[in-house]
């Protein structure tokens, strides 16, 4: 969300597979427990942008679960791909 922002993106469709945290964020709570990526996504929600979340099921998601799982390392770059990676599984 930060990095839409920072492109300039204004409306955004957020897609997950975890109904849970799609709870949280949607229902300003995290039963009473602090976490900090949840608050971080509640200042990001409050700017001037449209939101949709969406539960989406893992099987329905296979790019963005292939994605996630792509080339995991210890480290926390922010990588784009104009094309799919070579090696991605796209079943």
């Keep these: 969300m930060e ?3 920072g492109l300039g993106y204004r409306q955004l469709i957020i ?3 975890c109904a849970d945290a799609l709870r949280w964020i949607e ?9 900090t990526i949840i608050h971080s996504i509640h200042l990001l929600c409050d700017l001037e942008w449209c939101l949709v979340f969406s539960k989406v099921a893992r ?3 296979g790019v963005a679960d292939s994605l996630a799982k792509f080339n995991l390392n210890d480290e ?5 791909y104009e094309e799919p ?6 079943d």
């Excluded at 300003?28 to 602090?34: D, I, M, V």
């Excluded at 926390?76 to 784009?80: K, L, M, N, Y």
């Design 27 to 35: 229902h300003r709570h995290s039963n009473g427990r602090p976490f």
């Design 3 to 5: 990095l839409a922002w």
């Design 59 to 61: 099987s329905l998601n």
């Design 85 to 90: 990676p070579i090696g991605l599984a796209l």
């Design 15 to 17: 897609e997950s597979d």
């Design 76 to 80: 926390f770059d922010v990588v784009f």
